[in-house]
C-alpha cells in the first residue's frame, strides 16, 4: 500500500529535526506522507522523492509536496555527490532481498543518515492496485534488519521496526 503503518514516526521526527539535512530522499514516497509530516521539521531542507509507480505522482499529488519527483526504480537511481539524508519507509521488503542488501551498502556508503522501516510481523501482499511494486518480497526479521544495520539506533514496535543509521 502507498502508506506505511504510523508505528514510530515520532522517533524518526525527532531524529530528522536533529539531523538538520539539507537534502531528503524520500524512497518509495507513495502518498507521500513523510513530506506532510516532517517536511516542516527541515524547513531548509530540499526535499525529493523516488517513486517507482508512475500513477502515484498524479494520484497523490507528488510534485506539489516534494521540489523534486523522479520515476523509477529506486535500483537504477543515480544518487547525488552532496550530502542527503534517506528515507525508507516500507521500502525494502518489496526487493528482492540481494536488492535490498546491495542498497542498504550503498547508501551506507553515500548518505549521511539512513532511515529505513519494514513490517517485522508476516504480512503477505501481492501487487496492490495494479502496481506490482508493492509486493512483499523479503520478511524481514527485527533481527536481521538489525544486524544488517550495524544495531544503529532502531525502534521496535508491535508492526514495525524501524532504523536510523548515520556516518
Known sequence: MPVSHHEGRGWVADRLA?????LVIDVGAGEGIYAMLMRPLTPDARWEAVEAWAPYVDRF???????????????????????????????????????????????????????????????????????PYEAHLKHWTFEEMDELMDGCDSFRGDVLGRWWWTR
Open 18 to 22: 536533529a539531523a538538520r539535512p539539507r
Open 61 to 131: 499529488g507528488l510534485a506539489e509536496k516534494y521540489d523534486r519527483v523522479h520515476v523509477g526504480d529506486v535500483r537504477a537511481f543515480d544518487w547525488p555527490a552532496t550530502p542527503f539524508t534517506a528515507l525508507l519507509g516500507d521500502v525494502v521488503e518489496h526487493l528482492p532481498e540481494a536488492d535490498a542488501r546491495a542498497l542498504l551498502a550503498e547508501l551506507k556508503a553515500r548518505a549521511d543518515h539512513v532511515m529505513v522501516s519494514v513490517p517485522i510481523v508476516h504480512i503477505e501482499q501481492g501487487p496492490v492496485g495494479g502496481n
